[in-house]
């Protein structure tokens, strides 16, 4: 697994314009003292600025690295995740979150008022269910591998993992919707935290 954050806002923030080769980067990459790419600064997937690799310890990959830039590899990141929740990205107008539900698990039936989610699945199969009350969950599809799913402020919703194995997700909140730095290791503790 490659995950590479972006060194760029701190060597702007210090003045420095030219970007090492640490972390793999390779090419002729400098940055303009306008914060402007240069026409010979052409990044593709195999030459990418890089500063720490947040995937150097699966055990230190897995925290906020908001509100600073930041490139994952999204699958990789959703699928070794093992925690219930937790927060990888924090900004001021949207968050990143990695997800496992374990079979027969879901996450609550809940609503956001001012909060669009985006939701993806790396791995499993499961329900996803949304409606205009807790009571009233009239929408009701499967989704699996791959399937991203749209939920709009105010609506309520649920996602239910109803396969064998444990369902890999990541979701994207506008505007945040969780605490800087959200760790839930299970449901139960998001139940906790969640509710007092």
Not at 69 to 77: C, G, K, L, N
Not at 170 to 196: F, L
């Amino acid at each position: 697994m490659e995950n590479r954050n972006n060194n760029f806002w701190q060597n702007n923030q210090t003045g420095q314009n030219n970007m090492s080769d640490q972390g793999g980067m390779t090419g002729q990459n400098s940055m303009t003292s306008q914060n402007n790419m240069t026409s010979q600064n052409n990044m593709t997937s195999q030459n990418n600025m890089t500063g720490q690799n947040a995937g150097s310890s699966q055990a230190s990959q897995f925290r906020d690295y908001g509100p600073v830039p930041v490139i994952f590899d999204m699958e990789s990141m959703t699928k070794l995740n093992t925690s219930f929740r937790t927060a990888i990205w924090t900004g001021k107008h949207l968050q990143v979150t990695v997800m496992s539900l374990q079979p027969g698990e879901d996450i609550g039936v809940e609503m956001h008022p001012d909060v669009d989610q985006f939701v993806r699945i790396e791995a499993g199969d499961g329900i996803v269910e949304m409606g205009t009350s807790r009571d009233n969950l009239s929408f009701n599809q499967p989704v699996t591998d791959d399937d991203a799913i749209i939920i709009p402020a105010g609506a309520w919703h649920n996602v239910s993992n109803t396969g064998d194995i444990v369902m890999k997700a990541y979701s994207i909140y506008a505007p945040p919707s969780h605490p800087y730095g959200t760790k839930q290791q299970t449901r139960a503790e998001e139940d906790v935290m969640e509710n007092g």
